[in-house]
């Protein structure tokens, strides 16, 4: 006898869509069979005719961070923070995280503490990205790789001096340092995912645009408008062209940025967005609260995005999951950067991708999953309904009418930046590793502890 049956499914993954059983048992996936076949389980779910997808798998997200200034944190401890967010995951059908783990000093004398936090707190499981602030990070690649099994790693270009400072040490890299931090990741086959934005512009938009009485989403991207992020990410692409590296350009919500991508397709760089640069624009009555860096866009750079997740071969979707309080965002200028919005992936690919824009749910599969789990080694364990992976699996009811509380969410933020919004799918049920985490809308409580995850080798 098997664990868990889940019957009449519409099982998509990014190669097709098939009518199947799927067996479970021990947290993974055992079989699949016809739907005139029954097997003997403890639990049986009726999916009843949904969509049966796998669980998303979140590309960016900063949960039990930032270290650093005291203040950061909307929260007592990371402990808790881990607790929180991943719940929040969770209830939007995400069942992996890549989250980010920062520190001024080595990963080696850190990565314990971010161990204990997944494997005692968390409710999804956890892969690790490693952040290259400083010349020590870049000396200690091998040792990070070899030792620590870290595959990726998120490097800065916006921040210096007073808001590096702000953000709890968040340095950015010297040109230099960063063809060093390639050439170094070349040798490993590692990932870089570069926060695209000039600081010099920055600067130079912020003293030309900055008026403390405007309070809108324009006028915020008014100091960081697309050239901000297009030219830095052009020098980043240039630089990897000649140290034939892999890259990741995180977070993109430009237009242009999305042109440039595409027209060095020639090294494959990876187009990483996030829900918010998806369905948000800046003329929505949001203030600060839509505060985020990039900023949020234009509908013309909104339908950009779209085209590119239709079409350009490497995109991943990540949250970039900031859980602020309404207090931390209550004024544009001073408030904090950042959403908190790692419960929408499924749901906004979903909505916005495939009922409105038609985008066949093969390829919202391939975005929401598949590629980021092949980008840091976790393919075919996670990203995938095939025999022999995690039972990571969500089942969406489609066509629908939804709107959001925050507090339905489990984030300790008050707010969602998607209050108001009418979804048209919702996780009906969320399964993590084949035990039942979301039943009918309605988060469980779990039994099993998250895995701090490790690339496959190969």
């Given at each position: 006898?098997?664990?868990?049956?889940?019957?009449?499914?519409?099982?998509?993954d990014?190669r097709?869509?098939?009518?199947?059983?799927?067996?479970?048992?021990?947290?993974?996936?055992?079989?699949?069979?016809?739907?005139s076949?029954?097997?003997?389980?403890?639990?049986?779910?009726?999916a009843?005719?949904?969509f049966?997808v796998?669980?998303?798998v979140?590309?960016?997200c900063?949960?039990?961070?930032?270290p650093?200034?005291?203040?950061?944190?909307?929260?007592?401890?990371?402990?808790?923070?881990?607790?929180?967010?991943?719940?929040?995951s969770?209830?939007?059908?995400?069942?992996?995280?890549?989250?980010?783990m920062?520190?001024?000093?080595?990963y080696?004398?850190?990565?314990?503490?971010?161990?204990?936090?997944?494997k005692?707190?968390?409710?999804?499981?956890?892969?690790l990205?490693?952040?290259?602030?400083?010349?020590?990070?870049?000396?200690?690649?091998?040792?990070?790789?070899?030792?620590?099994?870290?595959t990726s790693?998120?490097?800065?270009?916006?921040?210096?001096?007073?808001?590096?400072?702000?953000?709890?040490?968040?340095?950015?890299l010297?040109?230099?340092?960063?063809?060093?931090?390639?050439a170094?990741?070349?040798r490993?086959?590692?990932?870089p995912?570069?926060?695209?934005?000039?600081?010099?512009?920055?600067?130079?938009?912020?003293?030309?645009?900055q008026?403390?009485?405007?309070?809108?989403?324009?006028?915020?991207?008014?100091?960081?408008?697309?050239?901000?992020e297009?030219?830095?990410?052009?020098?980043i692409?240039y630089?990897?062209?000649?140290?034939?590296?892999?890259?990741?350009?995180?977070?993109?919500?430009?237009?242009?940025?999305?042109?440039?991508?595409?027209k060095?397709?020639?090294?494959?760089?990876?187009?990483?967005?996030?829900?918010?640069?998806?369905?948000?624009?800046?003329?929505?009555?949001?203030?600060?609260?839509?505060?985020?860096?990039p900023?949020?866009?234009?509908?013309?750079?909104?339908e950009?995005?779209?085209?590119?997740?239709?079409?350009?071969?490497l995109?991943?979707?990540?949250?970039?999951?900031?859980?602020?309080?309404?207090?931390?965002k209550?004024?544009?200028?001073?408030?904090?950067?950042?959403?908190p919005d790692?419960?929408?992936?499924?749901?906004?690919?979903?909505?916005?991708?495939f009922?409105?824009?038609?985008?066949?749910?093969?390829?919202i599969?391939q975005?929401?999953?598949?590629?980021?789990?092949?980008?840091?080694?976790?393919?075919?364990?996670?990203?995938?309904?095939s025999?022999?992976?995690?039972?990571?699996?969500?089942i969406?009811?489609?066509g629908?009418?939804?709107f959001?509380?925050?507090?339905?969410?489990?984030?300790?933020?008050?707010?969602?930046p998607?209050s108001?919004?009418?979804?048209?799918a919702?996780p009906?049920?969320?399964?993590?590793?084949?035990?039942?985490?979301?039943?009918?809308?309605?988060?469980?409580?779990?039994?099993?502890?998250a895995?701090?995850?490790?690339?496959?080798r190969?």
């Amino acid at each position: 006898m098997i664990n868990l049956f889940v019957k009449n499914a519409k099982v998509v993954d990014g190669r097709g869509i098939s009518e199947e059983n799927i067996c479970i048992d021990k947290g993974k996936i055992v079989g699949k069979v016809s739907r005139s076949l029954q097997i003997e389980a403890r639990t049986t779910i009726d999916a009843e005719g949904r969509f049966v997808v796998p669980g998303a798998v979140d590309s960016h997200c900063h949960i039990g961070q930032i270290p650093g200034t005291g203040h950061y944190r909307p929260q007592a401890s990371k402990e808790e923070n881990f607790r929180t967010e991943t719940a929040s995951s969770l209830y939007g059908g995400t069942t992996t995280a890549l989250n980010y783990m920062f520190s001024e000093s080595s990963y080696e004398t850190t990565i314990a503490d971010y161990q204990k936090w997944v494997k005692e707190d968390s409710v999804i499981d956890i892969k690790l990205h490693g952040g290259l602030l400083s010349q020590l990070h870049i000396d200690n690649l091998p040792l990070y790789v070899k030792k620590l099994g870290l595959t990726s790693f998120k490097i800065y270009l916006p921040y210096k001096g007073e808001e590096a400072h702000k953000l709890g040490g968040l340095t950015s890299l010297s040109d230099g340092q960063v063809l060093e931090a390639f050439a170094a990741l070349k040798r490993f086959r590692g990932l870089p995912i570069v926060h695209c934005e000039n600081p010099d512009l920055i600067e130079y938009f912020m003293a030309k645009n900055q008026r403390n009485s405007e309070q809108s989403l324009a006028a915020w991207e008014s100091t960081r408008p697309s050239i901000v992020e297009s030219e830095s990410a052009n020098k980043i692409l240039y630089f990897s062209t000649k140290i034939g590296n892999r890259v990741a350009i995180a977070h993109v919500s430009a237009s242009d940025t999305v042109d440039l991508i595409e027209k060095y397709g020639a090294i494959s760089p990876v187009l990483e967005t996030c829900p918010h640069y998806l369905a948000l624009s800046n003329d929505m009555d949001m203030g600060s609260l839509g505060k985020v860096s990039p900023p949020i866009r234009s509908k013309k750079d909104q339908e950009r995005l779209w085209e590119a997740i239709a079409r350009y071969p490497l995109v991943m979707i990540g949250s970039d999951h900031n859980a602020w309080l309404r207090r931390h965002k209550s004024e544009l200028w001073n408030g904090f950067a950042g959403l908190p919005d790692n419960a929408f992936i499924l749901p906004i690919l979903f909505s916005e991708g495939f009922h409105k824009r038609r985008i066949p749910l093969t390829r919202i599969v391939q975005v929401t999953s598949e590629i980021a789990a092949r980008q840091v080694g976790l393919y075919p364990r996670k990203g995938s309904l095939s025999v022999g992976s995690d039972a990571d699996i969500v089942i969406m009811d489609t066509g629908i009418k939804k709107f959001v509380d925050p507090a339905e969410l489990g984030s300790i933020s008050d707010y969602s930046p998607f209050s108001g919004y009418e979804f048209s799918a919702w996780p009906h049920t969320v399964i993590v590793r084949g035990e039942i985490a979301v039943d009918s809308g309605r988060t469980l409580g779990l039994r099993r502890k998250a895995n701090l995850l490790n690339a496959i080798r190969k």
